[in-house]
């Protein structure tokens, strides 16, 4: 009777340990960062990164509205974007990577011409999605 009731025991322990994982990934799968759209231009989208990091031009203005912004980068897959927004001017949630160059997906045809006094900082975003969340967890 005593090796069920200790079998019993470290089940409920193996289990509650592998759903406490399973929340953990959730709550890592939630670190993406708000990005709010300022800005589509011909060759990229602009953003404004919603976060008390320091990612992005510290001070930039906006010339075309006059507007001051702090964390702005650009994003050159302006199709990636434009699918999930249809050319809103929506917040976004991004896991990023610095850039050194454009990186557009091949099938993304876009005009060549040059943005307006852009961001410095370029950006590639290896997460995109309309929830703070990839994953939604099951409870």
Request: proline share 3%.
């Amino acid at each position: 009777m005593k090796k069920v009731i200790y079998s019993v025991i470290v089940i409920a322990i193996l289990f509650g340990v592998a759903s406490c994982e399973k929340c953990e990934k959730a709550v890592d799968d939630c670190n993406l960062i708000a990005a709010k759209i300022i800005r589509y231009d011909c060759d990229r989208v602009i953003f404004q990164l919603l976060t008390t990091q320091h990612i992005g031009d510290t001070i930039w203005q906006d010339v075309q509205s006059g507007t001051s912004y702090s964390n702005v980068v650009s994003y050159a897959n302006t199709c990636a974007i434009a699918m999930l927004t249809k050319g809103n001017m929506d917040t976004l949630y991004v896991r990023i990577e610095n850039a050194t160059e454009n990186i557009i997906d091949e099938g993304c045809f876009q005009c060549l011409s040059l943005s307006t006094d852009p961001p410095h900082t370029k950006v590639d975003f290896k997460e995109i999605s309309k929830s703070p969340c990839l994953v939604q967890p099951n409870y």
